[in-house]
Each structure stands twice: as C-alpha cells, then as structure tokens.
C-alpha cells in the first residue's frame, strides 16, 4: 500500500538498484459516476426492450514522473420507441505507477493494458448501477482493449501519423 503523500512507494523494487522495468496499479476508483432514470415509473411497464448505445472513450494524464491516471469513461444510453429508459455515464480511474518504462512501452500500457485491468471493475460498476435503477444490470461483453490499440496503431501508420495513438477506443 502507498504511504501517505508518496504514491510511488509501492513501486519500491526492493535496495532502490534495481532498474527493471516495472508498471502497475497503485489505486482504482470512480471519478463520475451519473445514472439518469428520466421517464420512470412510466418505462418500467413498457413493452420493447430499450436499443443500447455504448460509447467508451481512454484519457491518461500524468500525477507525477512516475505516476499517471488513467480514465475509462463509458457512457450507455438504452432508448426505447416511447423514450430514454436510461443513461449511465461513469468514468472508472486508476493511478498508474511506472518505472523504467521507454515512452511507447508507458503509453501502450495506459492505453492497452491500464485499462483491461480496470474494466471489470467498471463493468461491476455499470452493472450495479443500472441494476439498482431498476433495470436488469447490464453486463458488458468483454473489450479487446490491446486489439483496439493495435488498429490504432496500424490506422495511424497507414495515414503517416508520426503522433501518438488517440486515447479513444
């Protein structure tokens, strides 16, 4: 666990000579989380199950040198014919700590790997949130979040991009 005012403690690599690359998760938790119910009670006797809309999006900023946060922001609107059933936006953070790391090792990992280790706890969030909405909790399908970073990649080859990949997934 990190020790007050010094959240890269908990990298520690044992005497402090050792410069093998490491990177983890230091802490986890919700930054945002709304749930809106506009139409209830009214939707809980409608008929048609709601159409489902999920859009996820990555931000990663940096805390300190060796520390960043990561954001898996999920937004899911679930419309049916007679209206808006519901709307769960959550952003799902964690503090990233990484050390020895070159530049496209650290930003594959805050936006292929960081967030592969925090969606299922987004996803328990989603589901408890839109459970206790009173609806049926809504389980998303698993993310290839290292697949999509790798189109992202490709993508950006192809176009002649010398940036960086876009956080977006």
């Not at 410069?19 to 230091?26: L, R």
């Not at 749930?35 to 900023?61: G, K, S």
């Not at 898996?72 to 209206?83: M, P, T, V, W």
Request: hydrophobic content about 45%.
């Amino acid at each position: 666990m990190a020790e007050e005012g010094n959240v890269t403690s908990s990298l520690n690599l044992g005497n402090g000579e050792d410069t093998a690359p490491s990177a983890g998760i230091i802490s986890q938790y919700v930054k945002d989380l709304s749930v809106e119910n506009p139409n209830a009670p009214e939707c809980f006797q409608w008929q048609d199950p709601p159409q489902l809309d999920v859009q996820f999006n990555i931000a990663a900023r940096a805390i300190q040198a060796e520390v960043h946060e990561v954001q898996l922001k999920i937004q899911i609107n679930a419309k049916a014919e007679a209206g808006v059933a519901y709307i769960v936006d959550l952003t799902y953070a964690g503090l990233i700590g990484m050390r020895y790391l070159d530049e496209p090792q650290m930003h594959a990992f805050m936006f292929a790997e960081a967030p592969r280790l925090l969606f299922p706890f987004a996803r328990r969030v989603i589901a408890d949130a839109v459970r206790d909405a009173g609806f049926p909790p809504m389980l998303l399908d698993p993310i290839d979040f290292n697949g999509i970073y790798m189109q992202q990649l490709a993508a950006q080859a192809e176009q002649g991009g010398v940036g960086e990949p876009v956080g977006h997934a």
